[in-house]
């Protein structure tokens, strides 16, 4: 007799709520940060050396000024580099594709960015990487690795089941 172990069985079932949820969020993610990629190499790009002397006379930790102060005769280079940083970011959360990864990153990039603008401009980067964190989480829930497929309860072949056998 032949086992069904290995069979998944589809459900025509709709997604859970929190699953949408996290997949909408995930995807808004992807467009701030495609929309941010075509805004930096577009119009950015064109301001670059005062966008990044601006960003080197507000900065408020130390190490900032310097790092800044060298990029500045390269600055639409860096901009371009930033677009690029952006448009990958984004093309994996629209995607739904390593979103877990590309989120910690977008994390990372909004954070960064923190001690190279001065107040108020850090408050909405600090809060958007709180934002990024809850849709990780709401994306990384239960569920999350296949919607509608649900395997038949059988442990993997080769592996011991809990009788020992």
Known sequence: MASTAHRHIRRPSVRPAPRRAGLWGVRAVGLYFSGSAVLNAVYTVRIAHRLIGWFRDSAWVPPYRPVLAALEPVAPAVVLATAAFES??????????????????????????????????????????????????????????????????????????????
């Open 88 to 165: 990958v970011v984004g093309y994996h959360l629209v995607r739904n594709r390593r979103t877990s990864g590309a989120l910690r990153w977008a994390q990372a990039w909004v954070l960064c960015l923190c001690p190279a603008l001065p107040w108020p401009y850090w408050v909405p980067n600090a809060a958007s990487a709180v934002v990024f964190e809850v849709v990780r989480r709401r994306a990384a829930a239960p569920g999350r690795a296949q919607a509608g497929v649900v395997s038949s309860a059988s442990p993997p072949i080769g592996s011991r089941d809990a009788s020992g056998a």
